[in-house]
């Protein structure tokens, strides 16, 4: 039962063009998500997340988008750079919860 | 000004042993999560606890799998009689309060291999 889906194992991207990653969910409760950051053999680093009642957020080159109705949200990196290249999780809270919900998992590799 | 810190970094044991990870929060930090990544799998949480508590363990699988978090030291999570299928990577994550709303840190996890 996953409740949080990335259903693009992998994406690749020319360096100085724009990275957008899909998420989508299936819990309704959810209020809260967030982008993770993985390199390979390091924890992931918190890297943006927006609350349910905002439909965008921005930090820097990176923005997030949330589409509620259709339950969706998406990562947009602009422009993408080499250090850009990890595994991106999406990841959800659903209101008062103390655990989060995470995709499988989005490999980008910025192309030089 | 340490992060997370978990150790060790590889453990290696095999079927019938028990495993011991080890997970310092960040200094400040009295909240800590443990999340587990089987591979081609997204993180999943396991258990939240603040010092001395068990906040929400339902997570963990109901036998075999405990965790603590003590008054004094680090948070442990400990797997007894292991099986090849609790082979995975195990991340802990601290935060200064409860919830997740800015994203708590990460620490760089613990690879566990059963042989």
């Known amino acids: 039962d996953q409740q949080v889906k990335q259903n693009s194992p992998s994406l690749s991207v020319q360096e100085g063009r724009i990275s957008i990653l899909n998420c989508d969910y299936t819990?309704?409760?959810?209020?809260?998500f967030l982008w993770y950051k993985k390199y390979p053999a390091e924890g992931p680093t918190f890297l943006i997340s927006?609350?349910?009642?905002?439909d965008k957020n921005e930090d820097g080159r990176f923005t997030v988008f949330l589409n509620k109705s259709a339950k969706h949200l998406s990562l947009h990196i602009v422009p993408s750079q080499p250090g850009d290249s990890a595994v991106y999780f999406c990841?959800?809270?659903?209101?008062?919860?103390?655990?989060?919900?995470f995709g499988t998992g989005t490999r980008l590799t910025v192309i030089p | 000004n340490a992060g997370v810190m978990q150790n060790p970094r590889h453990l290696v044991r095999r079927r019938g042993q028990e495993a011991r990870l080890r997970c310092s929060p960040m200094?400040?930090?009295?909240?800590v999560y443990w999340y587990r990544q089987l591979p081609e799998e997204g993180l999943k949480f396991m258990v939240y606890?603040?010092?001395?508590?068990?906040?929400?363990e339902s997570g963990m699988p109901k036998e075999r799998f405990s965790a603590e978090f003590p008054k004094e030291g680090p948070s442990i999570l400990r797997i007894q009689q292991v099986v090849r299928g609790d082979s995975a990577a195990y991340f802990c994550?601290?935060?200064?309060?409860?919830?997740?709303?800015?994203?708590?840190?990460f620490g760089s996890g613990t690879r566990l291999t059963v042989v």
């Open positions: 927006i609350s349910s009642i905002k």
């Open positions: 200094k400040g930090h009295s909240h």
């Open positions: 819990n309704s409760m959810f209020d809260y």
């Open positions: 990841a959800a809270r659903g209101t008062g919860a103390n655990n989060l919900f």
């Open positions: 994550a601290s935060s200064p309060r409860q919830g997740a709303d800015y994203g708590y840190t």
């Open positions: 606890l603040q010092k001395e508590n068990i906040i929400d």
